[in-house]
Nanobody
Framework: QVQLIESGGGLVQAGGSLRLSCAAS????????VGWFRQASGKEREFVAA????????YYTDSVKGRFTISRDNAKNTVYLQMNSLTPEDTAVYYC??????????????????WGQGTQVTVSS
């Protein structure tokens, strides 16, 4: 069993930065791939980025490439999403998710077993 708790969301002006954290409980977390997803109001949940269990491989959706960076510290059971050059289009609830068998290029949310409760990111223009 893995429990995930996101933090770091908030209100930021366009062009600003935020760093989201996903803290996990469970001894097996370091063997899980982790993804970040987001869901804007009235829209479906969409894939943002993912990282392999070792941190050696990452994958991003095109709209965040060059602006967002996913990383992990398995000693701290934490995955991060550094978000730079934010735009109002990045406004959404951001969720982290973990799974032991998913590949990081899988963008379908249903492939992930464990989910956090989400953290709101609001980017003002």
């Amino acid at each position: 069993q893995v429990q995930l708790i996101e933090s770091g969301g908030g209100l930021v002006q366009a062009g600003g930065s935020l760093r989201l954290s996903c803290a996990a409980s469970g001894r097996t977390f370091s063997s899980y791939a982790v993804g970040w997803f987001r869901q804007a109001s009235g829209k479906e949940r969409e894939f943002v980025a993912a990282i392999s269990w070792s941190g050696g491989s990452t994958y991003y959706t095109d709209s965040v490439k060059g602006r967002f960076t996913i990383s992990r510290d398995n000693a701290k059971n934490t995955v991060y999403l550094q978000m730079n050059s934010l735009t109002p289009e990045d406004t959404a609830v951001y969720y982290c998710a973990a799974d032991g068998v998913v590949t990081i290029v899988t963008t379908n949310p249903s492939a992930y077993r464990y989910w956090g409760q989400g953290t709101q990111v609001t980017v003002s223009s």
